[in-house]
């Protein structure tokens, strides 16, 4: 089932093995509402309920690889979303803390996830990043903000990554950040994206 979702990513430019083999492991549909199982090889977002949608496998994928992980790396997840993508993490860094503000999501997300001991989903305002584990090695936010949180650069560890979309949910600038030291570095425009809007004290307000 998983071999289109693959041939998707390549088309689309992926090339790290390590991110396209995970994305062979993962078995999406186990990850969306029953409704939407059928549509799980498709190489598009899918709907999951409390207005969220889960992203493309292929968008999904450039935006782990651009991550750079290494199996030594901690990452913060923000916007847990269905677990897919906290699935496909989890097979690529040493620990994964995913965060997101939705209560039902995030208890939807642990039963699909039950066994992977390197997760760990907690309920919370994902713009504040989870500090209690910072800081991290990379850092991927599934939403699109107004602006980088700064809570989420202090979080980076020397050498890492921030990946995240900046801008209207319409047309955002999906870009990378690296902090080398007291620096941090970027903005790296990578592409133009759409996700939904980063609701948290230091995104979009709920009603904007």
Do not use: K
């Not at 949608?53 to 999904?60: C, D, E, F, G, R």
């Not at 993490?89 to 039963?111: C, E, F, I």
């Not at 949180?149 to 870009?175: C, E, F």
């Amino acid at each position: 089932m998983t071999a289109s979702l693959v041939h998707a990513c390549r088309d689309a430019g992926v090339r790290d093995g390590r991110v396209l083999d995970a994305v062979r492991e993962v078995d999406r549909a186990s990850f969306l509402p029953r409704g939407q199982r059928r549509q799980a090889t498709r190489d598009a977002p899918l709907p999951i309920g409390e207005g969220q949608t889960t992203s493309q496998p292929s968008l999904i994928a450039r935006m782990v690889e651009a991550l750079g992980l290494t199996d030594r790396d901690s990452v913060l997840e923000v916007g847990t979303g269905s677990g897919y993508q906290t699935a496909i993490l989890s097979r690529l860094a040493r620990s994964v803390v995913s965060v997101d503000r939705h209560p039902s999501l995030v208890h939807t997300a642990t039963a699909a996830l039950e066994g992977l001991r390197n997760v760990r989903l907690v309920v919370g305002d994902g713009t504040l990043g989870w500090p209690d584990h910072a800081p991290y090695d990379a850092i991927t936010v599934g939403a699109t903000g107004p602006r980088v949180p700064p809570a989420l650069l202090d979080q980076l560890a020397d050498g890492g990554r921030l990946v995240i979309p900046v801008g209207p949910p319409s047309r955002s600038s999906l870009q990378r950040w690296v902090r080398h030291g007291a620096d941090i570095v970027g903005p790296e425009h990578l592409m133009s994206v759409r996700f939904v809007p980063l609701i948290g004290r230091e995104g979009f307000a709920e009603d904007d």
